[in-house]
């Protein structure tokens, strides 16, 4: 399995001062300008004081150098309301998935005490149900408010995560608000309209160990599953790994179509989409998908879960592997990357 990108809930945690110090040698995905703060390879900028929020530091999460993986934060004038921007691009984007496993990461980091207060499709860019937008109360064992916001912009995923105090509420929520209102396109008819995901029990379909047929070594294709909440999805089973617990997703109804297993809240995703011969694996995570080549029909949760943890045998190495550059650019390397 490619190296995860930085969980972007665990990065905006983890954002400490020296972290900053790093960041501020790697700006090059950001322009300022006197009044805002642009990621030029995707036309996006946010103002650098916005609803009571200034800026305090830019640069990238991941992938440092290449534009792809990108952050700035945001603070009050204490410090005690933080503010991230990310814009960032995962090799398969989906703002409604993003929005479903960081609700999900926010359960599993601020406890079940943690109460999701809202959760819809607001405008964005002049464009209605451009964004979603999330409220998470009485996190922390009540200590604090915790907001996000989600879009999907062209290639391009933007996510703003605003955090504080409880008893600051209102100026969490004015944050993200005046976050969503200042962002600012170079195009924003790429913004793609996008609803919170659609979710329910589907029937299990295991039908035991998958065989790998064949090695992949074309470009990647687009997976064949409807994006952006536009259909219902159901879960068909889990799988338990040594990293956690993820669910196996299809779209509702499709019983021979894509399946997908969506890994964290940074855009990491195992995917199996119908092919001639069976089902063709790719991983897909920022910048990057790798391609392993063809089984004869979907694993098992048993070997899905060995293929996260880097212990199936059929899966050593990917046949081939797309690169995702900032510029559009996208370069296919064959055979030789390592499975983790």
């Known amino acids: 399995m490619p190296k995860r990108a930085l969980s972007l809930l665990s ?22 300008t006197a009044t805002a703060l642009r990621a030029d390879a995707a036309g996006i900028g946010m103002p650098q004081s916005v609803a009571g929020l200034s800026l305090a530091k830019s640069g990238e999460v991941s992938n440092g150098g290449k ?32 929005a479903y496993m960081t609700d999900k990461a926010v359960t599993e980091r601020f406890g079940a005490r943690t109460r999701r207060t809202a959760y819809s499709s607001v405008a964005v860019g002049g464009h209605a149900n451009g964004a979603i937008r999330a409220v998470y109360d009485d996190a922390a064992d009540g200590a604090l408010t915790t907001a996000a916001a989600f879009l999907h912009a062209g290639r391009w995923l933007v996510k703003l995560r605003v955090t504080g105090p409880t008893e600051r509420r ?28 659609r979710l329910a029990a589907c029937p299990a379909n295991e039908g035991g160990d998958a065989r790998l047929t064949a ?51 940074a855009g990491t995703m195992v995917a199996f989409d119908p092919a001639k011969d ?45 690169d995702y550059a900032a510029n559009g650019e996208v370069t296919v390397r064959t055979a030789g990357v390592k499975l983790r």
Request: with cysteine; aromatic share 6%; glycine share 8%.
């Open 170 to 197: 209102k100026e969490v929520l004015a944050g993200l608000d005046g976050m969503l209102a200042g962002l600012q396109f170079d195009d924003a008819s790429s913004i793609h309209a996008t609803r919170p995901a």
């Open 278 to 322: 069976g089902y063709r694996l790719s991983i897909h995570s920022v910048g990057q998908t790798d391609l392993y080549g063809v089984y004869d029909k979907v694993p098992s949760a048993r070997q899905i879960a060995q293929i996260l943890d880097g212990k199936d045998p059929q899966t050593a190495q990917a046949g081939a592997t797309a």
């Open 11 to 32: 990065a905006v945690l983890a954002l400490s001062a020296p972290a900053f110090a790093r960041a501020a040698e790697e700006r090059e995905a950001w322009t300022p």
């Open 215 to 265: 090695q992949t070594t074309s470009a990647p294709a687009d997976i064949s599953l409807p994006r952006e909440g536009q259909e219902p999805l159901c879960i068909r089973g889990k799988v338990d790994t040594a990293e956690g617990s993820y669910d196996i997703l299809q779209q509702a109804g499709a019983a021979d179509g894509a399946i997908i297993v969506p890994v964290d809240d």
């Open 67 to 98: 534009g792809i993986d990108n952050y700035a934060q945001y603070l009050s004038e204490d410090g005690a309301v933080q503010a991230t921007l990310y814009v960032y691009l995962p090799s398969y984007a989906d703002a409604s998935l993003a």
